[in-house]
């Protein structure tokens, strides 16, 4: 089957978009190949399309489990076998979603960059047919990128593990997907994954569909209005974008008892369960509704008809900005990407530098302190992983949430620990009472039945917490809740928590290299300086600018941005 047939057949296109022929052809050559395509340009075809075409397994590394779940919930009522594997998975759906892939038919794997430094993965991923491997949101892999996660970093070295998977041993080739990336980040994905030859297929960022305004306010309340005002003149779906979760519950409160405002309106960030989350999504792809929300909200979510995006607050970067505005019109119909600006906005961004970027000694003080509240003491603790509850930490410690989250982040890229952001964590139990006297406690035989397979499959759950990796049902938490409270077991149900882990044993001094600290402090007041500039600006077209910020100094205006109006 042809790449052109394939299209055909699964997604009823009879042509592909602008660069993705070109793409596809490179990556089924064999070439390592950066595509740089804007939001909606349909990246994910580029490797869907050469998976189905080809043998083998593309290995798909994702940064979202939302953006998994729904790429391969589509490719499945397409036809295409696909697979992902992301926390929450119990022990057993994960060994029967890589069965599948090493003996079935499947097409495509899912996996975050995180689930690549699991030994137990790597085991696995050797003996599965991969002749792909697709790294998508890749600015995410850049020091400079708008959202940098280290793991990516591991990227590359999961090509020694899949080189001889291939026919004849064949490395296959990596194409990395983004639709935000500076010429600095071009070089540096391009350098971080390892590619045999540099190798970049852009498309120009360009949206002549989208029409960027930024609307000038004297304070908080006039964005409200401003707010209101905009959602009340523009039907159909929005998005409006806020720093803060206390802020985006108040927004969809205050929208909600507005009588101007027709459309349904919802609230959405990190704090709700993955139940409430995954639920509100739907909703909202569903409707013309508003979803107030973090940027926890919106990567890989296709839906081609949203109308509007407002930044209700000021973004700390345009890369971040460009993405996150560039969600509205992807069915290349007229829309809207909206800036509430304030004065007040530039004070807060200084603070957001002093947020970030804390006081060495402060960072230093963080080190001590969580390694206290972990009681880890000094000359301990390498290797050792625990689930970190930030909320209780900053309780406890009496320290400030943001500064404290940040030097965490900090401290795990200075390498002294490894630092993941909230997530839900596999359930721990640990019998408390000896195999022999089992028989004083009046067990059903239910529960027997129970701490037998939990002692066959975990031996050393009589002297510590073992991960369960059970399915955990209604009755399954029912029964370790019933033996908990007999303290018969210790038991840990499911949590959302940061997940902690010792790189080295505690130290008792912290030592912060330039290029952890001043460095990245500067390039970020850099990128956050932009970004304002972008705010005030009140001569050149906005397309231009944004632009230009990507290296493309030679776009034409757009027309249809309020400086372009206003000329």
């Known amino acids: 089957m042809t790449p052109q047939e394939a299209l055909q057949t699964y997604f009823g296109y009879s042509d592909f978009r602008p660069l993705q022929a070109e793409i596809i052809d490179s990556v089924l050559a064999g070439k390592d190949t950066l595509a740089l395509m804007p939001t909606g340009g349909g990246k994910s075809l580029c490797f869907q399309i050469p998976a189905i075409v080809q043998e083998g397994l593309c290995l798909v590394i994702s940064p979202l489990i939302a953006l998994m779940k729904d790429q391969v919930e589509n490719l499945k009522h397409r036809g295409i076998q696909a697979a992902a594997i992301y926390s929450g998975m119990s022990y057993d759906q994960q060994r029967v979603a890589l069965d599948n892939c090493q003996f079935g038919p499947y097409r495509c794997?899912?996996?975050?960059?995180?689930?690549?430094?699991?030994?137990?993965?790597?085991?696995?991923?050797?003996?599965?047919?991969?002749?792909?491997?697709?790294?998508?949101?890749?600015?995410?892999?850049s020091e400079w990128g708008y959202d940098f996660r280290p793991s990516y970093l591991r990227i590359a070295q999961i090509r020694e593990y899949v080189s001889s998977n291939g026919e004849k041993g064949i490395t296959p080739p990596i194409l990395a997907l983004t639709a935000?990336?500076?010429?600095?980040?071009?070089?540096?994905?391009?350098?971080?994954?390892?590619?045999?030859?540099?190798?970049?297929?852009?498309?120009?960022?360009?949206?002549?569909?989208?029409?960027?305004?930024?609307?000038?306010?004297?304070?908080?309340?006039?964005?409200?209005?401003?707010?209101?005002?905009?959602?009340?003149?523009?039907?159909?779906?929005?998005?409006?974008?806020?720093?803060?979760?206390?802020?985006?519950?108040?927004?969809?409160?205050?929208?909600?008892?507005?009588?101007?405002?027709?459309?349904?309106?919802?609230?959405?960030?990190?704090?709700?369960?993955?139940?409430?989350?995954?639920?509100?999504?739907?909703?909202?792809?569903?409707?013309?509704?508003?979803?107030?929300?973090?940027?926890?909200?919106?990567?890989?979510?296709?839906?081609?008809?949203v109308r509007l995006v407002i930044h209700f607050d000021l973004p700390d970067t345009i890369e971040a900005y460009f993405q996150e505005a560039g969600r509205a019109g992807r069915d290349e119909k007229q829309a809207y990407a909206v800036l509430l600006y304030a004065p007040e906005?530039?004070?807060?961004?200084?603070?957001?530098?002093?947020?970030?970027?804390?006081?060495?000694?402060?960072?230093?003080?963080?080190?001590?302190?969580?390694?206290?509240?972990?009681?880890?003491?000094?000359?301990?603790?390498?290797?050792?992983?625990?689930?970190?509850?930030?909320?209780?930490?900053?309780?406890?410690?009496?320290?400030?949430?943001?500064?404290?989250?940040?030097?965490?982040?900090?401290?795990?890229?200075?390498?002294?620990?490894?630092?993941?952001?909230?997530?839900?964590?596999?359930?721990?139990?640990?019998?408390?009472v000896g195999a022999s006297a089992l028989h004083q406690y009046a067990?059903?035989?239910?529960?027997?039945?129970?701490?037998?397979?939990?002692?066959?499959?975990?031996?050393?759950?009589?002297?510590?917490?073992?991960?369960?990796?059970?399915?955990?049902?209604?009755?399954?938490?029912?029964?370790?809740?019933?033996?908990?409270?007999?303290?018969?077991?210790?038991?840990?149900?499911?949590?959302?928590?940061?997940?902690?882990?010792?790189?080295?044993?505690?130290?008792?001094?912290?030592?912060?290299s330039k290029e952890v600290y001043e460095k990245r402090a500067s390039h970020y007041i850099d990128k956050l300086k932009a970004m304002v500039e972008y705010a005030k600006n009140q001569q050149f077209c906005r397309s231009q600018v944004l632009l230009s910020y990507f290296g493309e100094d030679n776009a034409a205006s757009c027309g249809t941005c309020d400086i372009c109006r206003a000329r």
Not at 115 to 126: A, I, M, P, Q, Y
Not at 207 to 235: M, T, W
Not at 406 to 415: C, E, N, P, V
Request: hydrophobic share 35%; glycine share 4%; proline share 3%.
């Open 109 to 141: 794997l899912y996996v975050s960059p995180e689930r690549l430094e699991s030994e137990e993965f790597r085991k696995r991923l050797v003996q599965l047919p991969i002749t792909m491997i697709a790294v998508d949101e890749a600015h995410c892999i």
């Open 180 to 305: 935000t990336a500076t010429p600095d980040v071009v070089d540096d994905i391009q350098d971080k994954l390892a590619f045999r030859a540099k190798h970049v297929l852009k498309k120009s960022f360009a949206r002549s569909n989208l029409s960027y305004v930024v609307r000038y306010c004297r304070d908080g309340e006039e964005k409200r209005q401003q707010l209101v005002h905009i959602l009340a003149s523009v039907p159909g779906s929005a998005i409006v974008y806020v720093r803060n979760r206390k802020r985006a519950e108040e927004l969809s409160e205050l929208l909600r008892n507005d009588s101007s405002i027709k459309a349904s309106v919802n609230f959405y960030h990190a704090g709700l369960d993955s139940f409430e989350r995954a639920r509100r999504q739907e909703e909202w792809k569903k409707s013309t509704s508003t979803i107030v929300c973090t940027n926890a909200f919106g990567m890989g979510i296709d839906k081609p008809d």
């Open 345 to 432: 906005d530039k004070v807060k961004a200084r603070k957001r530098v002093h947020d970030n970027y804390p006081e060495k000694e402060f960072i230093a003080n963080v080190y001590h302190k969580t390694c206290d509240y972990l009681g880890v003491g000094a000359g301990s603790g390498l290797g050792h992983s625990f689930a970190l509850h930030i909320d209780d930490l900053i309780q406890v410690m009496h320290l400030p949430l943001l500064q404290t989250y940040s030097a965490l982040h900090i401290l795990s890229q200075a390498g002294y620990i490894d630092f993941e952001d909230e997530q839900e964590t596999q359930p721990r139990v640990m019998i408390n």
């Open 443 to 512: 067990l059903t035989e239910e529960q027997k039945d129970l701490l037998q397979q939990l002692m066959r499959q975990y031996p050393g759950i009589f002297t510590e917490l073992q991960y369960i990796r059970m399915e955990m049902t209604d009755a399954l938490h029912q029964q370790l809740v019933g033996l908990a409270a007999r303290n018969v077991i210790t038991y840990l149900p499911r949590t959302r928590a940061c997940r902690f882990t010792f790189k080295k044993e505690r130290q008792t001094d912290i030592w912060l």
